[in-house]
């Protein structure tokens, strides 16, 4: 079984920066994806950024610029920094990591428990 923790989440002024970690564990042969979506009351849940076993990032329109998605594939863990940080980016942020067990094997997706981030104005 792969469990995902993420951590870094809390209380941030305005233009401020934050730091979010999701780590995985369990027998994971290889991540091919990890990514970052967040969901903010009432609204549905959105891709943020992720990036690929190759190191190919992606990021929504609402964060380019501001936020940037790094791996470090040998932890299994993903990080994304935010910086710039808008009321509007208050939000449970998720961690999705898509995996695989063995060599051609089929993928599975897990996601963390979520961590709660609110920009004060």
């Known amino acids: 079984q792969v469990q995902l923790v993420e951590s870094g989440g809390g209380l941030v002024q305005t233009g401020g920066s934050r730091r979010l970690s999701c780590a995985a564990s369990g027998s994971i042969f290889n991540i091919i994806v990890m990514a970052w979506y967040r969901q903010a009351d009432g609204l549905q849940r959105e891709l943020v950024a992720d990036?690929?076993?190759?190191?190919?990032?992606n990021y929504g329109d609402s964060v380019k610029g501001r936020f940037t998605v790094s791996s470090d594939n040998a932890k299994n863990t993903v990080y994304l920094q935010m910086n710039s940080l808008k009321p509007e980016d208050t939000a449970d942020y998720y961690c999705?990591?898509?995996?695989?067990?063995?060599?051609?094997?089929?993928?599975?997706?897990?996601w963390g428990q979520g961590t709660q981030v609110t920009v004060s104005s």
């Open positions: 990036v690929t076993n190759e190191g190919r990032t």
């Open positions: 999705q990591m898509i995996v695989q067990f063995r060599v051609g094997g089929p993928t599975f997706s897990y």
